[in-house]
């Protein structure tokens, strides 16, 4: 499966193909986010996409034409991926070429599945939720007061699409832990490959995230533990509980830390993951 982006943000031209492990890189403000953005909306919204396409209703349709309308209707959709206005992608195209020799195969491949994003954002989500939350709350009271719907234009925050599916996991966090992913029967060394590598435990108490220091025993709420701690908690999360087969799985890190005593934790992570 492979995109061509054209005019999305900072990318004015650019292909990519997807594999089992696929690694974007580059300077501050090339597009990095922008690509990531887009191919995870696409691969969220895909079903939608796909049950809408009029080329399915044929017994033997082109699939090289359900490519290119997908490809239409998604570009349609990149404003509200991003949630900005429709100008910014006046002259965007997002371009999809999936390669596969049958309608049963394509069908197939369309099933729901919705991936997973842990974004840049991540260690500000996990800070602020609560106050999101408490927001929110405030507001829907002023609602019931008031009856002013106007107020919902005015003070609902607006997020990219994968920062609000980031911030509805970390809200989740209670119900996620009650069930295991298939990764914690048959990979049983990854479940505690993120806590040994920081020396640290995770645990959820009584709807609390903290984090338990292995060498001290002491316990910390995890928005006072390290950045890399805080970064690392929802993959921990995701791998343990909800991790599904054949799905996709984003994650995005803003920048790349190398330190004498620790080599790139990232790196060693997805190399386990993959």
Avoid at 3 to 26: D, H, M, R, S, W
């Amino acid at each position: 499966m492979s995109f061509e982006l054209k005019n999305i943000g900072a990318i004015k031209q650019a292909k990519i193909e997807l594999g089992e492990l696929t690694v974007i890189c580059g300077k501050n403000n090339t597009g990095k986010t922008y690509i990531t953005y887009s191919i995870y909306g696409f691969l969220y919204e895909k079903y939608s996409l796909f049950r809408a396409v009029e080329d399915l209703k044929v017994l033997e349709p082109d699939l090289n034409h359900i490519n290119r309308q997908l490809s239409e209707l998604y570009t349609k959709q990149l404003k509200d991926i991003f949630n900005v206005n429709a100008e910014e992608f006046s002259d965007a195209e997002f371009n999809i070429d999936i390669i596969l020799s049958n309608r049963v195969l394509f069908e197939d491949y369309f099933k729901k599945s919705l991936p997973f994003i842990i974004s840049a954002e991540r260690t500000g989500i996990q800070l602020f939720q609560k106050e999101l939350d408490k927001n929110k709350n405030e507001l829907i009271k002023t609602l019931t007061k008031t009856r002013n719907i106007d107020l919902l234009e005015e003070n609902l925050a607006r997020f990219a699409l994968p920062i609000e599916e980031n911030i509805n996991f970390a809200r989740d966090s209670d119900n996620v832990i009650k069930s295991n992913s298939f990764l914690k029967q048959e990979y049983p060394e990854l479940m505690t490959y993120i806590e040994e590598m920081l020396g640290v435990r995770y645990e959820n108490r009584y709807g609390r995230k903290v984090v338990i220091d292995k060498t001290t025993h002491r316990v910390l709420p995890h928005y006072m533990s390290s950045t890399s701690v805080r970064a690392l908690f929802d993959l921990h999360l995701w791998l343990k509980h909800q991790a599904k087969k054949r799905r996709y799985t984003v994650y995005r890190r803003a920048r790349i830390e190398f330190t004498p005593k620790k080599p790139n934790q990232n790196s060693s992570i997805i190399g386990e993951i993959n």
